[in-house]
T-cell receptor, first 110, second 111 residues
Framework: EDQVTQSPEALRLQEGESSSLNCSYTVSGLRGLFWYRQDPGKGPEFLFTLYSAGEEKEKERLKATLTKKESFLHITAPKPEDSATYLCAVHGQGAQKLVFGQGTRLTINP | DVKVTQSSRYLVKRTGEKVFLECVQDMDHENMFWYRQDPGLGLRLIYFSYDVKMKEKGDIPEGYSVSREKKERFSLILESASTNQTSMYLC??????????FGPGTRLTVT
């Protein structure tokens, strides 16, 4: 069974303090790993898709990386507006649906 | 830009009422999904559809049904709403095997 575990559950940083969020996964053949951002009371917003180990994607202060067992979402010099819950999901071979992690709630203090 | 819209942002219904939640996407996606999201339980898949008039049960289909008469529209139906169906409902769509795009969500309260 495909599984996704995100850590930490919650992370509080000061503005400008870089850090990383972890997404560990087990899947029988990876078709894609997805990162989403979700603000309170809103639907998840798509950020990145990663398909194979070694792949990296960047968007503003965010960079997602992928290995065969985990993905990291690196946040460089974050700002308060980066505060949100970040969700990771995987799509396994032969699966019809995504498997989501529980998310990491990120708070950036000014 | 992909756009997924949901019929209501907030909805309050009484126990036993029949509830319709509608979702429309404008990107000609084959796949559409209904999730509910509750604190501590994350996103849970209720139903999905990979083609018009096709539907598949997700992880928690009990108490729900769906309808997909047109490619762009996917409806979630609560036949007889109960208080344990109070939740945030999220619709999503995707091309086969690719990222899902979510709507803004409907916060449903059943009293």
């Amino acid at each position: 069974e495909d599984q996704v575990t995100q850590s930490p559950e919650a992370l509080r940083l000061q503005e400008g303090e870089s850090s990383s969020l972890n997404c560990s996964y087990t899947v029988s053949g990876l078709r894609g790993l997805f990162w989403y951002r979700q603000d309170p009371g809103k639907g998840p917003e798509f950020l990145f898709t990663l398909y194979s180990a070694g792949e990296e994607k960047e968007k503003e202060r965010l960079k997602a990386t992928l290995t065969k067992k985990e993905s990291f979402l690196h946040i460089t010099a974050p700002k308060p507006e980066d505060s949100a819950t970040y969700l990771c999901a995987v799509h396994g071979q032969g699966a019809q649906k995504l498997v989501f992690g529980q998310g990491t709630r990120l708070t950036i203090n000014p | 830009d992909v756009k997924v819209t949901q019929s209501s942002r907030y909805l309050v219904k009484r126990t036993g009422e029949k509830v319709f939640l509608e979702c429309v996407q404008d990107m000609d996606h084959e796949n559409m999904f209904w999730y509910r999201q509750d604190p501590g339980l994350g996103l849970r898949l209720i139903y999905f559809s990979y083609d018009v008039k096709m539907k598949e049960k997700g992880d928690i289909p009990e108490g729900y049904s769906v309808s997909r008469e047109k490619k762009e529209r996917f409806s979630l139906i609560l036949e007889s709403a109960s208080t344990n169906q109070t939740s945030m409902y999220l619709c999503a769509s995707s091309l086969i095997g690719l990222e899902q795009y979510f709507g803004p969500g409907t916060r449903l309260t059943v009293t």
